[in-house]
């Protein structure tokens, strides 16, 4: 026998229970998300689109507790990576300077994911040799390649001048003078066929250069082996290049 009407109840609403110490639903708490490391300062975004015909500037840079790159065996086996992976089918380097905490290149590639490969290889080699070298263990670059396409004439010579004329612009924020004729013997500049003027040849650091086989590849995109030339002149060795275009 079923109660009486006015004795039934309609079926009581689950309580919401809160947990102890929540303040309302989502929201910020302390040590959420992934963990931060520390290792990266460049952001985890899509990479700009490669193609064959936009050469591409790539900056590497290196842990702070490294030696200058500049310096004796450590350049030595830099240049010696570039000399063997510059020139292929996928991935070229065709510029480069080494300064004392970083490494800016000058490269082709036909997509994104060959210029990552390429990348990856040469930094692979760095990290083993110049480990072997120092004697330690670890990583030897700080974050991730900052990569800019170069789309335009002008975006390439501005290019190539911070590239090649990167000394110049670290010794003039040290205050050292330097003279106009000076090239970056740690660069590219001596294989370079796009200055103004004739490269000087006194030195005998200098003439040495001319013994050394180059650590670099021809370009093959037009923007890079004649178009910025063509469109903008050529480069002069007394420039000091300003900062480094805004990435894209």
């Not at 507790?65 to 089918?89: K, Q």
């Amino acid at each position: 026998m079923s109660p009486p009407a006015h004795r039934r109840h309609a079926p009581l609403a689950p309580a919401q229970l809160s947990l102890p110490g929540s303040q309302g639903r989502g929201g910020r708490r302390p040590g959420a998300g992934h963990p931060k490391t520390g290792r990266t300062k460049v952001a985890h975004r899509s990479r700009p689109r490669v193609t064959r015909h936009t050469p591409v500037h790539v900056t590497l840079k290196v842990r702070p507790d490294l030696p200058n790159l500049r310096r004796g065996a450590v350049f030595r086996l830099i240049r010696g990576v570039l000399r063997e992976v510059c020139d292929g089918d996928a991935f070229r380097v065709c510029n480069f300077t080494v300064q004392a905490t970083h490494v800016h290149l000058v490269c082709e590639a036909p997509e994104a994911t060959a210029l990552a490969a390429g990348l990856h290889r040469l930094e692979l080699r760095v990290v083993k040799r110049v480990n072997a070298a120092l004697d330690r263990h670890g990583r030897v670059f700080a974050e991730r390649y900052h990569a800019r396409v170069l789309a335009t004439p002008r975006e390439v010579k501005n290019a190539l001048r911070y590239v090649l004329l990167n000394g110049r612009k670290h010794a003039a924020q040290r205050g050292q003078r330097i003279g106009p004729d000076w090239f970056d013997p740690c660069s590219s500049a001596a294989w370079f066929d796009g200055w103004r003027e004739r490269l000087p040849w006194r030195e005998p650091w200098m003439r040495a250069l001319r013994s050394q086989a180059p650590a670099t590849a021809p370009a093959r995109s037009w923007l890079l082996s004649i178009g910025w030339r063509e469109k903008c002149g050529p480069l002069s060795l007394h420039e000091t290049p300003g900062p480094r275009p805004a990435a894209t």
